[in-house]
């Protein structure tokens, strides 16, 4: 950081008293040795293992003795009450990326398996207002330019994304790449609230399952692209739903 340990602390302590920051508890369960994270603002009766098979509860002794604490950042507060960005002064470390995207074009990156490359391509074209109207950029591994190293450019490009679309199906979760990697990665930069995640399920695939089953997913009621009888009204869906997302980050 540009600032030394004790004013970062008081930072810190500024941002969590005035719930731009939550603290939270990873917990490891003394009966089954399953992690849980539980929030301090969730209720003492939600103390629980979060194992199915185990839901042992636990007291704030237990709490307080086997768990890890940390901070989160309130999006709720940072990102669905604009008002409050003007009470704050950013602060971020020697070369770190852009919070958010600050004026410039709303940075989308879209993540597909090869095998949904039709859904990936037809969804870009249903964007093109978005894109020609300057509000976004999309980038997708097709934009990749010869000469540069893979991995690099691709973890390059979802830090810097703003907007983060999954393109869901049982390739997508086939993938290691899509899932070990892209998913993986935009989940913990997720976790520090640098960006948005937008679920979109092309077609029929066991993500209630998966790690995004508490995000909410496009289409509507998570219905798959491919079951839409007009697959220009499944993709206009998908735009209205992406559009507001946008507008959570203007």
């Known amino acids: 950081m540009n600032i030394d340990h004790r004013e970062a602390e008081k930072v810190i302590d500024y941002l969590h008293r005035k719930h731009y920051l939550t603290m939270w508890y990873n917990i490891k369960c003394p009966e089954c040795g399953h992690y849980t994270e539980i929030s301090e603002q969730d209720e003492k009766e939600k103390y629980r293992c979060s194992y199915w098979e185990c839901c042992s509860t636990w007291s704030e002794d237990i709490i307080m003795r086997k768990s890890e604490c940390y901070y989160k950042i309130n999006r709720n507060k940072l990102f669905k009450k604009k008002e409050y960005l003007y009470n704050i002064t950013p602060f971020r470390g020697k070369g770190d990326y852009d919070f958010m995207a600050t004026g410039d074009k709303i940075k989308v990156f879209l993540s597909y398996s ?44 979802l830090i810097e994304a703003d907007l983060i679309i ?13 899932y070990g990697r892209e998913m993986s990665k ?30 909410v997913a496009l289409p509507e009621d998570g219905r798959p692209i491919s079951k839409w009888g007009d697959v220009d009204e499944a993709y206009l869906n998908v735009v209205n739903g992406i559009k507001k997302a946008i507008a959570e980050l203007c």
Do not use: M
């Open 114 to 157: 090869h095998r949904d490359e039709e859904y990936k391509k037809e969804l870009d074209k249903h964007l093109a207002v978005q894109r020609k109207s300057g509000k976004i950029e999309t980038w997708n591994d097709r934009k990749l330019v010869a000469g540069t190293h893979i991995h690099e450019e691709i973890d390059e490009k």
């Open 166 to 178: 999954l393109l869901l199906s049982s390739d997508f979760f086939d993938s290691d790449y899509c």
């Open 186 to 215: 935009a989940l913990e930069l997720n976790d520090y609230g640098k960006n948005i995640i937008v679920p979109v399920i092309v077609r029929p695939c066991d993500w209630l399952d998966s790690p995004l089953r508490n995000i």
